[in-house]
C-alpha cells in the first residue's frame, strides 16, 4: 500500500477548483488556500488586495494507487483556460494566476510534460507557471467545500468518503 501523496493546483478561483477534483476516484480530500507568497498565514481579505504574492490554490491529497498525477494534471487543463494571464473569467487579479505547484521533482517533470502537451493542443501561449511547493496556508473553514454547501475537511471530509 502506498501512500497518500499531495499535488497543489492554482486555477482561478480556489472554489472552482476545489470541485473539480472533490469526486475524482483515488482523491482522499481537498482543501483550499493560499500558496506562493511572502505573507505568513495571509487571510482571504490580504489575499483578494493582490499584493501578498499568493495564489488561491487547491490542495489536493490523493490515492497514487488509484488515481496518477498525471491524471490529476489532465483534470488540470480540462477545468481553466490556461493561456489567460492572472486571471479566469471574471477573476481578475495574480490570485488568480494558473500555477502548478510541484512536491517533488518527480511532479515537476510531470507537470513540465504536461505543460508540453497542453501547448501543442492550445491555440495562444500558455501561461502556467511550474514552481516547487511552498508554505501552504489553508483558507479559512468557510471556504472550505464551499460549492459543496458543506465544509468538511482533513479527517472529517475522509469520514464522509472525500
Not at 35 to 44: A, L
Not at 58 to 64: H, K
Not at 91 to 106: A, K, L, M, N, W
Request: aromatic share 10%.
Amino acid at each position: 500500500m502506498s501512500e497518500n501523496q499531495k499535488a497543489t493546483f492554482g486555477a482561478g478561483c480556489f472554489w472552482q477548483v476545489e470541485s473539480a477534483y472533490q469526486d475524482v476516484p483515488g482523491v482522499v480530500d481537498t482543501a483550499v488556500g493560499y500558496e506562493g507568497g511572502d505573507v505568513p498565514n495571509p487571510t482571504y481579505e490580504q489575499v483578494c488586495t493582490g499584493t501578498t504574492g499568493h495564489a488561491e490554490v487547491c490542495q489536493v491529497t490523493f490515492d497514487p494507487e488509484r488515481v496518477s498525477y498525471e491524471e490529476l494534471l489532465e483534470r488540470f487543463w480540462e477545468i481553466h483556460d490556461p493561456t489567460q494571464m492572472n486571471r479566469q473569467g471574471p477573476d481578475v487579479g495574480t490570485q488568480y494566476r494558473s500555477v502548478i505547484f510541484t512536491h517533488s521533482p518527480e511532479q515537476q517533470a510531470a507537470a513540465e510534460a504536461s505543460k508540453q502537451t497542453a501547448q501543442a493542443d492550445a491555440r495562444q501561449p500558455i501561461v502556467t507557471a511550474i514552481e516547487p511547493a511552498k508554505d501552504f496556508w489553508m483558507a479559512e473553514e468557510y471556504h472550505q467545500c464551499y460549492l459543496q454547501g458543506r465544509q468538511s475537511t482533513g479527517l472529517l471530509g475522509s469520514l464522509l468518503g472525500r
